[in-house]
């Protein structure tokens, strides 16, 4: 009767609970799995890889034989320039078709071949190339000069002209050299004559990474049966050398002794410490892109758990334990791009960059190029005015601005840039002179960023939600709320490093070009541009939740948190050009 009714009964009720209890287990290993499931990110869509980054793991050095006359340019450029004889090879120039079967590594190298003639040819006339051999002023002939349109902007030869306007419409770009092409797609790894000691000379010194890659080299020619190898600058031995085998040799900062670029437009060191610079910056930063580009389907999973039992803490664990790992890995990037960015003024010469490489990398802005046979093709933000048998097209120079990765740092972090300034209308702009994937991948980023919240986000809520659960009940936060405030001290750490890096990029800009221009090469007006930029920087540090009164909950500026729809803002802004 009812005893034994009852002893079903509270068997009944242990096996409800058992079950709650798998239950409970089993969602909170399947939200574990679906978090780490999400660190998979697909980065080929965007033309990123989970080993290089957003460099390219081999930069072609030499395009196919068809390209021969305009890498015989190149080869000589150098030369070309300070004799005044580019002008006369291109125009002489035999027009090369560019067709569907070039690939992307073609492409890129293409558009830094041709990149490189175009502006030697507009603006080589008007360097004063005698200061690199120490001589007496001379005037360029007339000859050397570009042919101008009645309005004075210079005329490109058609066959330089179409074949560089079907190679930026191909990789998304604006017809002008932008950063990815100078930064990312022309380096190389110096051959053994070229090593060099402190001193600048050439050293025998055998080092660890010429006797990797000699080994490397010596392996990849064994496996080859009697194929032609690509051919490259003197040092096609170098070619099969990756990113990734760099960044196993140490210290990042031996890149900066390890790379050299591919081609140049004067033949000197400065103008390959400049580039390689922000060359080794990305290769320092490749390991990082996989997890930070994941971050925010984390934080998303953490917000969708909130209030769901047995889901909630793993959650909020789970977002922890990557934040904290991902502002670690942050902030020793910044500290190592902060040491790298030291060595400039070592590889830099002040005067022969200012008088010298700056005005070859001036873009085209507001006069713009008359591409001669390019009908007007109406691409945002590369001009397209049709004027005769060709149209104008308007670039802006190579400028740190153009950095990719520079942007999504600080969408992650929540360093705010808010609408009207300056630097937000500056990122916008920039986002233009990135390749068409890069430019996709801010987009989305930010609007990932728009729906998740940046870690800032993320560390001001945990901060606020504990505040109120405190003065509410008269006790700490709530549950797992005081996990998320041990983020504080390291995301600050973390801004605090970015910060230092953006000041040492003013002090340098400064140094090349104060007191002789208030303009970068992307024609911004660096210096202001910079004080606010380190200024939003700074003013997205987080107040420490953890020191108030006898060790509880301090105060919390309630106003800390910025709207997740910001972001998402500021993406429809970029995309609508607004």
Known sequence: GFPALHAAIRCLLCLLGIVAILLTVFRRRHFQRRVSTSITFNLEQYDISERHGFLPAKPLHRLPARFEAWEAIIDSLPLL??????????????????????????????????????????????????????GKARKSSAASAP????????????????????????????CVLTACGVDMWNWTVKQPSAAQGSNGKVSSRTTPLLTHMRSKAEKVSRSKSGGESERGRGNGWSVDFEVSDLLSLGPP??????????????????????????????????????????LPDVLLSASSAAGVPGLEQAALEAAVQCCSTMLAQLT???????????????????????????????????????????????????????????????????????????????CILGVPHKDGSDAAAFQREMAQYMPEPHRRLVLDYQKRVGKSGSVRDFIAQAAAQAHAGAAGAGSGGGSGLGSVSSLEVPYNDCVKALSRFRSWHLHVASKYLGGKTKYGTGTSTFHDLLQETIAHTNASKVPLTCTGPGGGIGAVNPHATRPRGQLGKVAADVQTGT
């Open 253 to 294: 900062d031996r890149l900066l002794t390890s790379l050299t670029c591919i081609s140049t437009m004067t033949g000197t060191a400065s103008e390959v410490a400049f580039h390689m610079m922000p060359c080794a910056m990305h290769a320092a930063a490749a390991p990082i892109w996989p997890e930070l580009l994941a």
């Open 147 to 174: 042919c101008r349109t009645p309005d004075g902007v210079a005329i490109v030869p058609s066959p330089l002209a179409v074949p560089w306007h079907t190679v930026c419409t191909r990789l998304g770009l604006p």
């Open 332 to 410: 020793t990037l910044f500290n190592t791009f902060y040491t790298l960015f030291q060595r400039v003024f070592d590889g830099v010469d002040i005067d022969m960059f200012y008088n010298v490489y700056r005005p070859l990398l001036g873009g085209f802005w507001p006069d713009g190029l008359f591409l001669e046979g390019v009908a007007a093709a109406g691409r945002s933000g590369s001009g397209g005015e049709m004027k005769g048998p060709g149209s104008i097209h308007k670039g802006k120079g190579p400028s740190a601005g153009q950095s990719t990765m520079v942007v999504l740092f600080d």
């Open 81 to 134: 320039n300070r004799s005044d004889g580019l002008a006369d090879c291109v125009r002489s120039m035999p027009a090369i078709e560019i067709d569907g079967s070039m690939t992307p590594n073609e492409l890129r190298r293409a558009y830094v071949v041709l990149g490189m003639m175009v502006h030697s040819y507009v603006n080589g006339p008007s360097v004063p190339w005698e200061q690199l051999e120490g």
